[in-house]
């Protein structure tokens, strides 16, 4: 079975400064994998995607993902840092061709 | 375009008691899933339709956990009866295909 492991469940930035969340993934296959985020009290919203194709991938907010095969991550980062990017973020993989499992999340708190 | 619904927003029940959820996905999208996500983890599937039919409900304790999806469109989900372990969010999510699901507010239940 694949799995998903986000490394460290709070990480605190200043405002301006890079966002760097960290997520690796186990799969024997080709992965397809994804960022959400989920404001307070909200469903989660799709960031961004890997497929297929290019390995760096730009989502919305100005969020960005580089999926490293030889690493098997899929690290999320965003250059500066703004107080509404506060919220938590859920890192996930495809398994089996169709089932979403997530990762337990990494929670982002900007300081200002 | 509207989005996921979802209702009640919140509920607050007693252990034993029984308990229903509901669901309306966003028009034309085939799939349907509901999540349970307990506090401080990543949601975690409980069952995925594809229309009618039930693609994956492997994690879904079915002796308590039932769900069912009525002409390809709304869904409900059930628990009967309830323990304090089934306090959660329950978060419904609809998609056209897998690699973009579309998040309802969720509902958050409270087991006393």
């Known amino acids: 079975a694949q799995s998903v492991t986000q490394l460290g469940s709070h990480v605190s930035v200043s405002e301006g400064a890079l966002v760097l969340l960290r997520c690796n993934y186990s799969?024997?296959?080709?992965?397809?994998l994804f960022w959400y985020v989920q404001y307070p009290n909200q469903g989660l919203q799709l960031l961004l995607k890997?497929?297929?194709?290019?390995?760096l991938v730009k989502g919305i907010n100005g969020f960005e993902a580089e999926f490293k095969k030889s690493e098997t991550s899929f690290h999320l980062t965003k250059p500066s840092a703004h107080m509404s990017d506060a919220a938590e973020y859920f890192c996930?993989?495809?398994?089996?061709?169709?089932?979403?499992?997530f990762g337990a999340g990494t929670r982002l708190f900007v300081k200002a | 375009e509207a989005g996921v619904a979802q209702s009640p927003r919140y509920k607050i029940i007693e252990k034993r008691q029984s308990v229903a959820f509901w669901c309306n996905p966003i028009?034309?999208?085939?799939?349907l899933y509901w999540y349970q996500q307990i506090l401080g983890q990543g949601p975690k599937l409980l069952i995925q339709?594809?229309?009618?039919?039930?693609?994956?409900d492997s994690q879904l304790p079915k002796d308590r956990f039932s769900a069912e999806r009525l002409k390809g469109v709304d869904s409900t989900l059930k628990i009967q009866p309830a323990k304090l372990e089934d306090s959660a969010v329950y978060l419904c999510?609809?998609?056209?295909?897998?690699?973009?699901?579309?998040f309802g507010p969720g509902t958050r239940l409270t087991v006393t």
């Open positions: 999510a609809s998609s056209l295909e897998v690699y973009e699901q579309y």
């Open positions: 799969s024997s296959v080709p992965p397809y």
């Open positions: 890997y497929t297929t194709g290019a390995t």
């Open positions: 996930a993989v495809i398994e089996g061709g169709f089932k979403t499992i």
């Open positions: 028009s034309g999208h085939a799939t």
């Open positions: 339709f594809q229309n009618n039919g039930v693609v994956d």
